[in-house]
């Protein structure tokens, strides 16, 4: 990392403020902490005692360092796992009990959010108390769910599109007695089900995926509505009812099924479409469709954000509040309708598992942006607004009360004098002393604890992180989706400057472009001055959903190294679950085979050696190096390690 001495700690900073300034209270649902040493906590329970223990993930890196456990590496944490799923279950049973419901509740983890197995044997572990089941999507899904679960009374629903063969395998599975239900996403897998059910002899239990009119909000709310590319319309399911009436087998049709779509961030959005497919369970009832089961889909949003608001990264509603409106909704229509009320399914998946993961990265270099110091007095053609700038700034932290005034002078002054230099005014020596000035101004007005200052001053550091957006952050990079980003040390110390992350591939998509600092989200993070020769560490939080396996390889970097942290009997255990991918791994995924990688690379050194380009061993010394490099981690190594 690039050198220099860190500024003077001014009086007003603590660990607390900087827990305020990344919100960290906001978006970690009382998980994570700052502790007063300034290094985030998160917070897990004893697995023997069950007591809170705050772990420090500084604390957890340099365990992993001496490990000789390279960055970046992910972080999961069954505990946090084990009580989204008791959080759930508690929730919808406390939303029952209050809205005297009959129906009872059963949750589905969808395997596609996470479908490391560690994940999803946890997932079982953690959730069998409450008959917690699996949703799968395809064929493959499947698979891992069967090779996994052990409880029959836990329903595995089997969503997505189906061939023979994954029909098959399910009703096959059905008579061995785990709870399966084949949901229809298409007509004509009405027609496939029921001749292999005959085939295989077994009486099927059916669901069926309907697509709203309802559509959700938030980036995935295309998934339903009238575009929705998923599931039957009205018209389509009454012709699924009256196929089955037909033939007597109405009866095998258990389940009626929507999916709203994900992150869904309004609670009314939310109502609006339960009332809606609830109508529809009704009517259902009364063609003469015995349902037992509603199953509500995901959507159950994450407050990336910790805004508490309807904004995309959002929601404006809590886990309890969601519970209860499912619940009361529904049971307002199926008792307006004479129904019992129905059982009902979440398939919850961002909710639950987003918490479980942290990605933890070094910073490998800095870009610093060097502030020259200002030369007083300036030159006799220096327009005299430059000389009150330094002035103002001058004043800074002598009286608290004037920060805000002082705060808008320099606000208003900048784009005057920027305004004077695009008029042909101002000189670019003095556009650029003026520009210091700014930069110094807001810095100090930060460090006096001036929070809107703290905000405003412009990003001039360029971080490189040993990671890659493309594989560990993939909703950031397509969809601009914000993830909580911030040092996980040094948190008592004022963060000085102000920076934007960079990754390592060379695209300029490989950056973080947005940071959990105010409504609107902010282009650029607050760290701290780069010390020489000390690791500078940085955690992107909640990116156990969706993000380990959506990601790509893009300049061939793979999965990174992922370490499971539990805490027993107030020890906190650090298990190395998967080690990252080698270079080997990765280029073999491309179909490279190392052997003739190496063969070439021994042609290169060969050849060089006969030119006398390469004196003795160093030919030896070149292949050594490639064969090292390719049984090596993809990422880089730190100069401190
Ligand atoms: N169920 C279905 C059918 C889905 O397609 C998805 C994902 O989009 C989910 C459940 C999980 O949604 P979420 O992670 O938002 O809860």
Known sequence: MNGSTTQAQPPQWSAHASEELYKVKNWGAGFFDVASNGELEVSLRDAATGAPTPVSLASISRR?????????????????????????HHSFHAAIADHDYGGRYRGVFPIKVNQKQEVIEEIVRFGAPYNYGLEVGSKCELLAA????????????????????????????????????????????????????????????????????????????????????????VPQLLNV?????????????????FHQGSQLCELDGIRQAAREAARVYVELHGEGAALEYLNLGGGLAVDYEGTNSNSN????????????????????????????????????????????????????????????????????????RISEMLEATGRIGS????????????????????????????SIRELSTSEQIYREGMTALGAAGHEQAIEARPPIDFLYGNFSVFQSLPDHWALQQIFPVMPIH?????????GIIADLTCDCDGQIK???????????????????????????????????????????????????????????????????????????????????????VIRLGTEAELRGDFVAGERERFVGKFADALAGYTYLHSATE
């Open 64 to 88: 992993l360092k001496a490990m000789k456990i390279g960055m970046p590496f992910i972080l999961r944490f069954p505990d946090l796992l084990a009580r989204r799923i008791e959080d759930l």
């Open 313 to 384: 990264g959002s929601k404006d509603y809590d886990l309890p509040d969601y519970c209860g409106a499912l619940v009361e909704t529904v049971k307002e229509v199926a008792d307006a309708a004479g129904v019992p009320h129905p059982n009902l399914i979440t398939e919850s998946g961002r909710g639950i598992a987003a918490y479980y993961s942290a990605l933890v990265f070094n910073i490998l270099d800095v870009s610093e942006f060097k502030i020259p110091k200002i030369s007083d007095p300036f030159p006799d053609y220096f327009h005299p």
């Open 146 to 233: 069967l090779g996994t679960i052990e409880d029959f009374e836990a329903h595995v629903i089997c969503n997505g599109y189906k061939d023979e063969s994954y029909i098959d395998l399910a009703l096959l599975a059905m008579k061995t007695g785990v709870d399966i239900t084949l949901v229809l996403e298409m007509p004509s897998e009405l027609e496939i089900i029921l001749q292999r059910a005959e085939v295989i002899g077994v009486s099927p239990r059916l669901g069926v995926r309907v697509r709203l009119s309802m559509k959700g909000s938030g980036y995935w709310g295309t998934t339903s509505g009238d575009t929705g590319l998923f599931g039957l319309n």
């Open 241 to 257: 009812v009256d196929k089955l009436k037909a033939q007597g087998k109405l009866g095998y049709l258990k389940m009626l099924h």
């Open 514 to 600: 947005s940071y959990v600092q105010n409504e609107a989200g902010s282009s650029s993070l607050p760290i701290h001055e780069s010390i020489a020769g000390e690791d500078y560490i940085f955690g992107i939080f909640l990116v156990g959903a969706y993000q380990e396996t959506l990601g790509d390889m893009h300049n061939l970097f793979g999965d990174t190294n992922a370490v499971s942290v539990e805490v027993l009997d107030g020890e906190v255990s650090l298990e190395l679950r998967t080690e990252g991918d080698t270079a080997q791994e990765v280029l073999g995924y491309l179909d490279y085979e190392h052997q003739k990688l190496i063969q070439n």
């Open 490 to 498: 040094r948190l008592d110390e004022f963060p000085s400057r102000v």
């Open 399 to 426: 009286d608290e009360s004037i920060h805000d005034h002082l705060l808008s002078q320099l606000l208003m002054w900048r784009s005057e004098l920027q305004e004077l230099f695009s008029l042909g005014e101002l």
